[in-house]
């Protein structure tokens, strides 16, 4: 078998996407990635193109992380959507391979932010090539994705993957500063997952905007759903899931002094549970393990998990409502049944 059909093989049959997943849910999206193997494989060697330097620490550091088995859910997103939307243009795989790249680079600076030990199952960058590092080669791949898109000649995408990492950078700032804060104020919650999250991924679903301008609004409205969707299921798992499961602590939102919405619901309903947050969090950081897990288990106890899921599942909703823009296609379908992959997930 060739090379490129070995590439082809692999995303035929992932074994990370579909980790945790139902196997209803997991069959629909082996056959979403299916649909654009062929443009995933040719995405998976431009981020290695993008990824080349004279720097032989850069590709290294990056590789570490970006080549380490992820969901390259953003990539198969944005060509399912150029597909449902019929833009064939070459650009689409520089978008899907960009997209990735700064994803890439927001996990290697938030593992130095939070400190993070783990990240897809290995230890994370900082801790193989120092904090330094891990920083300067996250900046690279900002700066390379923003000069692939450059490169098309689209000025719509530079426009647009401009204001979608200023945006992330207001929301991870914001998530920063509000950290050890017990305020359970859900407005601010829900900017920071639009920012820090859901904007990247509505980029990539209206691919950069190049679609068809009957489509844009349409899939940009998926994207921005489907990623708050993915970010509330995201902060339940950190309360439900086993250690080593899914290369973090459970446990880790509070324990960096994160109100993520499993929390703010549980203090809502229990202002007992709420007082004992204040407590914990005006004693660290760092939160010590015993009370972090007392927390975690309180917040199980109740009814917090189930309601911060059902809101997630009204957001994937939204994003799959959004498709009724398109036309019918293979790739729609498709688009539909990954909503139900964001929030059925467990890892």
Known sequence: MSESAH?????????????????????SVAEAIGL????????????????????????????????????????LLTLLCARAAGYEDPARIVIAAAG???????????????????????????????????????????????????????????????????????????QLAACGDDSLDRERYAMVVERKTATLIAW????????????????????RELGIAFQLADDVIDYQSVQGETGKDPGQDVRDGKMTLPLILACQSDPRLHARVRTALAAGPPMLDATARALVDAVKSGDAIARANAIAMEHAERAATALAALPPSRAKTALESLT????????
């Open 36 to 75: 654009v193997a062929a443009d995933l494989a040719a995405t998976e060697r431009a981020l290695e193109e993008m990824l080349r330097s004279s720097i032989a620490t850069i590709p290294a550091v990056a590789g570490h992380l970006a080549f380490a088995g992820g969901k390259r859910l953003r990539p």
């Open 100 to 174: 990735e790249l700064i994803h890439t680079a927001t996990l290697l600076h938030d593992d130095v932010i939070d400190q993070g030990e783990f990240r897809r199952g290995r230890p994370a960058a900082r801790l193989a090539f120092g904090n330094g590092l891990a920083v300067l080669t996250g900046d690279f791949c900002l700066a390379r994705a923003l000069q692939a898109i450059a490169r098309t000649g689209c000025a719509r995408a530079s426009t647009t993957i401009a204001d979608t990492i200023t945006r992330m950078a207001e929301g991870e700032v914001a």
């Open 204 to 223: 990539c679903t209206s691919v950069a905007g190049l679609v068809d301008p009957a489509y844009v609004d349409a899939l940009f409205t998926y994207g």
């Open 340 to 347: 139900a992959y964001v929030v059925r997930r467990t890892a």
């Open 7 to 27: 590439e082809l093989a692999a995303y035929a049959a992932p074994a990370k996407p579909l980790h945790g997943v139902p196997h209803e849910a997991a069959a």
